[in-house]
């Protein structure tokens, strides 16, 4: 603890950095990378494969079975229907979900008889329902506006709390970033894309948006007095702020991600409740994601945002005109802001 509360202290007081602002060129190509990878990786695999509310079919549930071996239960859909896509799934002890495309009567009652056969249940065992591809473009439309409303009420409340539209830009920026890479890391991994899914989507960006208010509140601190400011750039100070936070964000990210990881590897790993899985595999990708945003993408971005300004390059150009004739007050370092020494 004495050596987390040494290296804190030392990020806060600018003794040690990191430099994020400084190699933002680095951060967005690394950015721009991975959302090439996961994407190319989506396409290769035939793009996202979405769940059963979105493009409709037919859904069996099995409980009370002593093997949930999701073969069986394939194999009792494709014995009836040879060429159909099929999904088995241990939603919970004891109970399976198999789902696949619409069937007609027929076909429903003789895969029902099989997997009864497959799984060694009664008929009481077995329930089947339809899902109409109309109720998933419903659920899809829904998903859209509630994304759309969050993201405008997100950018009215950045902009009325910071008083500048450039941070609530590279707020909401980020957040889109943030829902891209997790869908695009959900698409190249195959998971299924269902209406838990696309809510754990919307909580990361509630997630995000707070690390992000954390991280801004402090750059606006630290940016707030730049004609009193004698000691740092624009960018050093947005850059200082950043690795302030670093340790609230880190930790807060590990306070999140632990409950969720719970959830993602016990309760869905090893007790086998399919369900949660969904919406916590989105929480866990996001948390991760979101972070790393905020840090590599937000802040470096505000900072290029601001570069251009008049009162900003006003005191850029004072305080390196103060470290080339050596007149520098304090006790921060005087040198360029390409030359500034990082970890």
Request: proline residues 3%; without cysteine.
């Amino acid at each position: 603890m004495s050596r987390l509360a040494t290296w804190g202290n030392e990020l806060y007081t600018g003794k040690k950095s990191y430099p994020f602002v400084h190699r933002w060129k680095l951060w967005f190509v690394i950015a721009a990378i991975l959302l090439v990878i996961s994407g190319g990786l989506t396409l290769a695999r035939g793009g996202f494969n979405m769940g059963i509310e979105f493009r409709g079919g037919s859904e069996f549930t099995v409980s009370g079975v002593s093997d949930t071996d999701p073969a069986a239960g394939e194999s009792a859909v494709t014995d009836v229907v040879p060429e159909t896509v099929v999904t088995a799934t241990n939603i919970a002890p004891n109970t399976m979900r198999v789902q696949t495309e619409h069937l007609d009567d027929n076909q429903t009652l003789e895969v029902a008889a099989n997997l009864q056969e497959a799984y060694g249940v009664g008929a009481d065992n077995v329930t089947s329902t339809f899902v109409g591809p109309t109720w998933g473009q419903a659920v899809s439309q829904q998903a859209a506006i509630g994304l759309i409303i969050f993201v405008v009420l997100v950018a009215l409340l950045m902009a009325l709390y910071f008083r500048t539209w450039k941070m609530s830009l590279a707020a909401i920026i980020g957040l889109f970033y943030v829902v891209a890479l997790t869908t695009g890391i959900y698409g190249s991994t195959g998971f299924e894309i269902t209406p838990s899914a696309i809510i754990g989507f919307l909580t990361i960006l509630s997630y995000a948006l707070y690390d992000t208010v954390v991280v801004f509140d402090k750059i606006r601190e630290n940016t707030d007095n730049l004609e009193e400011d004698v000691q740092r750039t624009f960018s050093e100070n947005v850059n200082l702020a950043v690795n302030q936070t670093l340790v609230r964000s880190i930790t807060t990210s590990i306070v999140g991600i632990l409950p969720v990881g719970s959830i993602l590897f016990i309760g869905a790993g090893l007790l086998g409740a399919g369900t949660l899985r969904d919406i916590s595999l989105a929480i866990f990708v996001g948390i991760i994601v979101g972070t790393l945003a905020t840090l590599f993408i937000q802040a470096p971005l505000y900072a290029l945002l601001r570069r251009r300004d008049k009162n900003v390059q006003e005191h850029d150009a004072r305080i390196l005109r103060k470290r080339r004739s050596g007149s520098g007050e304090g006790d921060a370092p005087v040198t360029e802001p390409s030359a500034v020494s990082h970890v």
